[in-house]
């Protein structure tokens, strides 16, 4: 399994600096010719919350060190960094490794023997578990169970969820809206005098009778037929695209059991309070993480283990008083998407699903 279940959360990604610089590149890239950069899947997903970017620190270094060596001669190197710096690192979560995450794991063990300047990614992924590491590295990727040289894959499947819980809250919110407002009106017929009740009961009746009245007199079916054009022009419109979306979803979901990162057999506790951090997007208290954890015990030993461990690992990072994070922001200032990127974005998106219902 991987790390959440799509429409459920987030799922962890993990660059390495190969993939990163290519990633960045691309988005900043315009094949129309326009100025500025387009958007990308992994940006679409990264912005929208679908996918939690982590990124080993010598990763960061060798990313802004190196980006120039990814341009082509047509490229603009200085809106890569720019996109880099304000579009990306500002959402992701840079992460200083410690040096004993993984030990006695043959992954890690590979990635040693081969190349040892890739170990603390190596170490990273294989503590989160479960998770996706992204490398156009065969050091990262040869390893069996490790790095997933066809991240392209795994950032259009982290993508399209996020198109697919964004219907699915949409789809919820007139059943929530209507579950509420039929708990409001409960109340309140429940509090209100008996004479109040008398004439609820008595509106209620003409109501139905109303109802009756329509059915039996064939308005209904009148009415139906006005709207039947209505209906069948929005299921032509949004039909094709839904159905491209959730077909896409069910390759993703494959797409996700092939690219995950299988769990260590085992794990410490600093490597478990990073798995609890790494899905939180505010900083956490160590108690909190210690009933998550749900290690034997009371309560009070948890938490104390735990803070331990926060304040002797440098990969979490105390953001205000007794609150904790895995790793710190890239980046201060977080721009927006620009909004003809995404007007853009949806309309490459879906093309093929006009193109279908044309």
């Known amino acids: 399994m991987y790390s959440r279940l799509p429409c459920r959360g987030a799922i962890i990604v993990i660059a390495d600096s190969g993939m990163l610089m290519g990633e960045v590149m691309q988005s900043s890239r315009n094949r129309g010719g326009s100025p500025g950069g ?10 929208c919350g679908g996918v939690v970017l982590i990124v080993p620190r010598h990763v960061l270094a060798e990313v802004e060190r190196d980006l120039p060596r990814r341009a ?23 992460v200083d490794v410690p040096p004993g995450w993984g030990d006695g794991d043959p992954r890690v063990a590979a990635v040693a023997a081969r190349h040892p300047v890739d170990l603390p990614t190596a170490r990273l992924a294989v503590a989160l578990g479960t998770c996706f590491l992204l490398s156009e590295d065969p050091d990262l990727c040869d390893p069996p169970g490790l790095g997933f040289a066809a991240w392209l894959q795994v950032t259009h499947a982290a993508a399209n969820e ?3 819980e964004t219907i699915f ?8 809206v209507t579950a509420a407002a039929v708990q409001a009106a409960s109340r309140r017929i429940a509090a209100a005098p008996p004479l109040a009740k008398w004439a609820m009961l008595g509106a209620g009746l003409v109501l139905a009778a109303a109802a009756v009245w329509l059915v039996r007199s064939g308005k209904t079916g009148a009415l139906a037929e006005r709207a039947r054009p209505a209906v069948r022009r929005i299921s032509e419109t949004y039909g094709p695209p839904l159905a491209e979306t959730f077909t896409r979803s069910a390759r993703g979901r494959v797409v996700f059991a092939q690219a995950a990162v299988r769990p260590p057999a085992a794990i410490t506790l600093a490597e478990r309070i990073a798995r609890v951090l790494a899905f939180r997007g505010s900083p956490v208290v160590a108690e909190d993480i210690a009933r998550e954890l749900g290690a034997p015990g009371n309560l009070r030993d948890r938490t104390r283990l735990v803070r331990a461990e926060l304040r002797g690992c440098g990969a979490f990072i105390e953001v205000s008083r007794g609150r904790w994070m895995l790793g710190a922001p890239g980046g201060a200032a977080a721009a927006p998407l620009p909004l003809a990127e995404v007007v853009d974005y949806l309309d490459r998106v879906h093309k093929s699903a006009r193109r279908t219902a044309a």
């Open 38 to 47: 387009r958007i990308t899947s992994l940006l679409w997903a990264l912005h």
């Open 72 to 94: 082509t001669a047509t490229d603009d190197v200085e809106l890569a960094y720019r996109r880099l710096r304000t579009l990306y690192l500002p959402r992701a979560r840079i």
């Open 169 to 176: 809250v949409g789809a919820r919110i007139p059943v929530n």
């Open 162 to 164: 996020t198109e697919v």
